[in-house]
């Protein structure tokens, strides 16, 4: 069985997916799943810069402690 996503929120999508009984609420759940991921790859992207920086900044300053 597959992990479940800590970020989704399954009984929230359920809830949507049932009140989903005409097109335009099928059209307004699909573009909110949509944009909840791309809120969440840019939020992990953003995390990840973060790290990045952190990382070259202490190898910036274990370098300049060594000369």
Known sequence: MPKQDLGFDYHRYHRLLTEA???DKRRALIELLI?????????????SDRA?????TIATVLKNGRS
């Open 21 to 23: 009984d005409d097109e």
């Open 52 to 56: 990045a920086m952190t990382a070259h």
């Open 35 to 47: 944009e909840e991921k791309a809120r969440d790859r840019l939020a992990a992207q953003r995390a």
